[in-house]
Protein backbone atom coordinates (compact mmCIF):
# COMPACT_ATOMS: atom_id res chain seq x y z
CA UNK A 1 0.00 0.00 0.00
CA UNK A 2 0.98 3.75 -0.80
CA UNK A 3 2.60 5.49 2.12
CA UNK A 4 3.90 8.54 4.03
CA UNK A 5 5.49 8.65 7.03
CA UNK A 6 6.67 12.04 8.52
CA UNK A 7 8.52 10.90 12.04
CA UNK A 8 8.02 14.09 13.79
CA UNK A 9 5.39 15.60 15.49
CA UNK A 10 7.14 18.90 16.15
CA UNK A 11 10.39 20.21 14.88
CA UNK A 12 11.53 23.37 16.93
CA UNK A 13 14.32 25.46 15.49
CA UNK A 14 15.86 28.90 16.41
CA UNK A 15 15.05 31.62 14.04
CA UNK A 16 18.42 31.99 11.28
CA UNK A 17 19.26 28.09 12.15
CA UNK A 18 19.03 25.63 9.10
CA UNK A 19 15.81 23.50 9.69
CA UNK A 20 15.30 19.93 8.32
CA UNK A 21 11.68 18.49 8.06
CA UNK A 22 11.97 14.98 7.52
CA UNK A 23 9.78 12.67 5.27
CA UNK A 24 9.67 8.89 3.79
CA UNK A 25 7.62 6.84 1.34
CA UNK A 26 6.69 3.76 -0.01
CA UNK A 27 4.66 3.52 -3.28
CA UNK A 28 4.29 0.73 -6.56
CA UNK A 29 4.79 2.75 -9.43
CA UNK A 30 7.30 6.00 -9.70
CA UNK A 31 6.61 8.20 -7.21
CA UNK A 32 5.86 12.15 -7.46
CA UNK A 33 6.45 13.80 -4.56
CA UNK A 34 5.29 17.37 -2.73
CA UNK A 35 5.42 19.56 0.05
CA UNK A 36 2.64 21.51 1.10
CA UNK A 37 2.09 24.16 4.09
CA UNK A 38 -1.09 25.09 5.74
CA UNK A 39 -1.70 28.15 7.76
CA UNK A 40 -4.13 28.08 10.89
CA UNK A 41 -7.91 28.11 9.21
CA UNK A 42 -7.01 27.67 5.83
CA UNK A 43 -6.62 25.81 2.73
CA UNK A 44 -3.10 24.17 1.87
CA UNK A 45 -0.32 25.92 -0.16
CA UNK A 46 1.92 24.02 -2.48
CA UNK A 47 5.76 24.67 -1.38
CA UNK A 48 7.58 22.06 -4.44
CA UNK A 49 7.67 19.25 -6.05
CA UNK A 50 9.83 15.94 -7.58
CA UNK A 51 8.65 14.50 -10.43
CA UNK A 52 11.80 13.24 -12.03
CA UNK A 53 15.26 15.10 -12.60
CA UNK A 54 17.83 16.78 -10.42
CA UNK A 55 17.44 15.41 -7.25
CA UNK A 56 17.53 18.83 -5.73
CA UNK A 57 14.55 20.79 -5.76
CA UNK A 58 13.79 24.09 -5.29
CA UNK A 59 10.68 25.79 -4.02
CA UNK A 60 8.53 28.36 -2.78
CA UNK A 61 10.03 31.00 -0.03
CA UNK A 62 13.55 29.41 -0.32
CA UNK A 63 12.79 25.97 0.69
CA UNK A 64 14.28 22.90 -1.07
CA UNK A 65 14.19 19.28 -0.64
CA UNK A 66 16.12 16.60 -1.84
CA UNK A 67 14.75 13.11 -3.27
CA UNK A 68 16.72 10.18 -2.56
CA UNK A 69 15.48 7.25 -4.37
CA UNK A 70 17.96 4.40 -1.98
CA UNK A 71 16.38 5.74 1.40
CA UNK A 72 12.77 6.48 -0.15
CA UNK A 73 13.01 10.00 1.61
CA UNK A 74 12.13 13.61 0.33
CA UNK A 75 13.08 15.67 3.50
CA UNK A 76 12.60 19.44 3.48
CA UNK A 77 14.88 21.94 3.94
CA UNK A 78 15.60 25.56 4.60
CA UNK A 79 19.00 27.66 5.33
CA UNK A 80 17.59 29.47 7.15
CA UNK A 81 14.59 29.68 9.24
CA UNK A 82 12.02 32.79 9.80
CA UNK A 83 9.17 33.23 12.18
CA UNK A 84 6.81 33.72 9.15
CA UNK A 85 7.85 30.05 8.37
CA UNK A 86 5.73 28.47 11.80
CA UNK A 87 3.01 26.31 10.40
CA UNK A 88 2.19 22.70 9.26
CA UNK A 89 3.91 20.61 6.55
CA UNK A 90 2.79 17.97 4.90
CA UNK A 91 4.49 15.97 2.54
CA UNK A 92 2.17 13.99 0.06
CA UNK A 93 2.99 10.95 -2.73
CA UNK A 94 1.31 10.39 -5.69
CA UNK A 95 2.43 7.62 -8.22
CA UNK A 96 2.81 6.86 -11.90
CA UNK A 97 0.95 5.10 -13.76
CA UNK A 98 -2.50 5.48 -12.26
CA UNK A 99 -2.05 7.98 -9.46
CA UNK A 100 -3.09 11.09 -11.08
CA UNK A 101 -4.41 13.32 -8.17
CA UNK A 102 -4.62 10.79 -5.38
CA UNK A 103 -2.34 12.34 -3.55
CA UNK A 104 -1.76 10.26 -0.04
CA UNK A 105 -0.08 12.51 3.13
CA UNK A 106 1.82 12.33 5.50
CA UNK A 107 0.36 12.83 9.12
CA UNK A 108 1.91 16.36 9.14
CA UNK A 109 4.73 18.31 11.13
CA UNK A 110 4.64 21.23 13.10
CA UNK A 111 7.25 23.31 12.64
CA UNK A 112 7.79 26.12 15.09
CA UNK A 113 10.63 28.63 14.79
CA UNK A 114 11.31 30.82 17.43
CA UNK A 115 12.88 34.33 18.09
CA UNK B 1 -6.74 34.75 -11.18
CA UNK B 2 -9.06 33.96 -9.14
CA UNK B 3 -8.36 30.54 -6.68
CA UNK B 4 -10.23 27.55 -5.76
CA UNK B 5 -13.80 28.69 -3.99
CA UNK B 6 -15.61 26.38 -1.60
CA UNK B 7 -18.98 26.84 -0.61
CA UNK B 8 -20.39 26.99 2.37
CA UNK B 9 -16.99 27.96 4.34
CA UNK B 10 -18.69 27.00 7.49
CA UNK B 11 -21.79 24.70 8.12
CA UNK B 12 -23.19 22.86 10.97
CA UNK B 13 -25.84 19.77 10.37
CA UNK B 14 -27.19 17.04 12.83
CA UNK B 15 -26.79 13.46 12.31
CA UNK B 16 -29.22 11.71 9.98
CA UNK B 17 -29.15 14.75 7.79
CA UNK B 18 -27.36 14.94 4.36
CA UNK B 19 -25.10 18.27 3.12
CA UNK B 20 -23.71 19.36 -0.09
CA UNK B 21 -20.81 21.13 -0.60
CA UNK B 22 -19.69 23.17 -3.61
CA UNK B 23 -16.16 23.78 -5.21
CA UNK B 24 -15.72 26.11 -8.30
CA UNK B 25 -11.90 25.32 -9.66
CA UNK B 26 -9.92 27.59 -11.00
CA UNK B 27 -10.52 28.66 -14.73
CA UNK B 28 -8.90 26.26 -17.28
CA UNK B 29 -8.69 23.21 -14.32
CA UNK B 30 -10.06 20.27 -15.32
CA UNK B 31 -9.82 18.19 -12.21
CA UNK B 32 -11.46 18.60 -9.07
CA UNK B 33 -10.19 16.36 -6.18
CA UNK B 34 -11.66 16.06 -2.64
CA UNK B 35 -9.88 15.64 0.80
CA UNK B 36 -11.09 14.97 4.44
CA UNK B 37 -8.92 16.86 7.11
CA UNK B 38 -9.75 14.95 10.70
CA UNK B 39 -7.17 15.70 13.83
CA UNK B 40 -7.75 12.31 14.19
CA UNK B 41 -7.52 10.54 10.67
CA UNK B 42 -5.16 13.29 8.79
CA UNK B 43 -5.88 14.28 5.20
CA UNK B 44 -7.53 11.54 3.25
CA UNK B 45 -8.33 11.64 -0.50
CA UNK B 46 -12.14 11.37 -1.30
CA UNK B 47 -12.32 11.10 -5.35
CA UNK B 48 -11.15 12.97 -7.74
CA UNK B 49 -13.06 14.22 -11.13
CA UNK B 50 -11.67 14.62 -14.53
CA UNK B 51 -14.09 15.62 -17.03
CA UNK B 52 -16.91 14.63 -15.52
CA UNK B 53 -15.62 11.18 -14.84
CA UNK B 54 -14.48 9.66 -11.60
CA UNK B 55 -10.48 9.15 -11.95
CA UNK B 56 -10.45 7.82 -8.72
CA UNK B 57 -11.40 6.79 -5.91
CA UNK B 58 -10.60 6.91 -1.87
CA UNK B 59 -11.85 4.46 0.77
CA UNK B 60 -15.05 6.20 1.94
CA UNK B 61 -18.62 4.47 2.15
CA UNK B 62 -20.92 4.81 -0.26
CA UNK B 63 -22.82 7.62 1.89
CA UNK B 64 -20.11 9.77 0.34
CA UNK B 65 -20.58 10.72 -3.27
CA UNK B 66 -19.86 13.58 -6.01
CA UNK B 67 -20.27 14.89 -9.29
CA UNK B 68 -18.78 16.95 -11.73
CA UNK B 69 -20.48 19.23 -14.60
CA UNK B 70 -19.60 20.41 -17.58
CA UNK B 71 -17.83 23.40 -16.78
CA UNK B 72 -16.17 21.97 -13.83
CA UNK B 73 -17.32 22.98 -10.77
CA UNK B 74 -18.12 19.99 -8.70
CA UNK B 75 -20.15 19.01 -5.63
CA UNK B 76 -19.70 16.27 -3.12
CA UNK B 77 -22.75 15.05 -0.61
CA UNK B 78 -22.91 13.10 2.62
CA UNK B 79 -25.64 11.57 3.04
CA UNK B 80 -26.97 9.94 6.69
CA UNK B 81 -24.51 12.39 8.59
CA UNK B 82 -22.60 10.99 11.46
CA UNK B 83 -20.54 12.47 14.20
CA UNK B 84 -17.26 11.73 12.78
CA UNK B 85 -18.23 12.75 9.32
CA UNK B 86 -17.23 16.61 11.21
CA UNK B 87 -14.35 17.60 9.20
CA UNK B 88 -12.27 20.25 7.15
CA UNK B 89 -13.30 19.10 3.63
CA UNK B 90 -10.91 20.49 0.87
CA UNK B 91 -11.43 20.70 -2.43
CA UNK B 92 -8.08 20.95 -4.79
CA UNK B 93 -7.86 21.99 -8.52
CA UNK B 94 -5.53 21.10 -11.26
CA UNK B 95 -4.92 21.12 -14.68
CA UNK B 96 -5.60 17.17 -15.35
CA UNK B 97 -4.72 16.42 -18.36
CA UNK B 98 -1.57 14.04 -19.93
CA UNK B 99 0.94 16.25 -18.38
CA UNK B 100 -0.39 16.12 -14.86
CA UNK B 101 1.82 15.78 -11.92
CA UNK B 102 -0.34 15.96 -9.24
CA UNK B 103 0.22 19.26 -8.54
CA UNK B 104 -2.81 20.72 -6.88
CA UNK B 105 -4.55 24.45 -5.57
CA UNK B 106 -6.36 24.37 -2.60
CA UNK B 107 -9.57 25.84 -1.25
CA UNK B 108 -10.16 26.92 1.98
CA UNK B 109 -11.81 24.25 3.11
CA UNK B 110 -15.64 23.75 4.25
CA UNK B 111 -15.36 23.34 7.72
CA UNK B 112 -18.64 20.72 8.58
CA UNK B 113 -19.59 20.28 11.87
CA UNK B 114 -22.25 17.01 12.88
CA UNK B 115 -24.48 17.33 16.02
Known amino acids: AQSVAQPEDQVNVAEGNPLTVKCTYS??????LFWYVQYPNRGLQFLLK??????LVKGSYGFEAEFNKSQTSFHLKKPSALVSDSALYFC?????????????FGAGTRLAVHP | KAGVTQTPRYLIKTRGQQVTLSCSPI?????VSWYQQTPGQGLQFLFEYFSETQRNKGNFPGRFSGRQFSNSRSEMNVSTLELGDSALYLCASSLGGDGNTGELFFGEGSRLTVL
Open chain 1, 27 to 32: VSGNPY
Open chain 1, 50 to 55: YITGDN
Open chain 2, 27 to 31: SGHRS
Open chain 1, 92 to 104: AVTWTPGGYNKLI
